[in-house]
């Protein structure tokens, strides 16, 4: 078992930043690979970055490539979301998740156990 708790979250305008972060309760957090995904209102959840559990390996989602960044510190048990240029579609409750088993970075929700509460990010135009 591993709780996540987010935080970071807030109001900023178009092209402003916002880093968030996930912290883990386990003092394995380095077997976890670990993702960020977001839900906008009426939409689904959907995919947004992840790690590896080493931190070797990212992968994003398209419409956030080369304006958001993933990163991790395992002697902290965090992960963080760097979030650049922000825009109004990326106004959502970002949700930190976790894997177990160093299987390397994965983008379905069905691949991840464990979840966060959700830290509302809301982009004013």
């Known amino acids: 078992q591993v709780q996540l708790v987010e935080s970071g979250g807030g109001l900023v305008q178009a092209g402003g930043s916002l880093r968030l972060s996930c912290a883990a309760s386990?003092?394995?957090?380095?077997?976890?690979?670990m993702g960020w995904f977001r839900q906008a209102p009426g939409k689904e959840r959907e995919f947004v970055a992840a790690?590896?559990?080493?931190?070797?390996?990212?992968y994003y989602s398209d419409s956030v490539k080369g304006r958001f960044t993933i990163s991790r510190d395992n002697a902290k048990n965090t992960v963080d979301l760097e979030m650049n240029t922000l825009k109004p579609e990326d106004t959502a409750v970002y949700y930190c998740a976790a894997r177990g088993g160093r299987l390397g970075v994965a983008s379905r929700q069905e691949q991840y156990a464990y979840w966060g509460q959700g830290t509302q990010v809301t982009v004013s135009s």
């Open positions: 386990r003092r394995t957090f380095n077997n976890y690979d």
């Open positions: 790690i590896s559990w080493s931190g070797g390996s990212t």
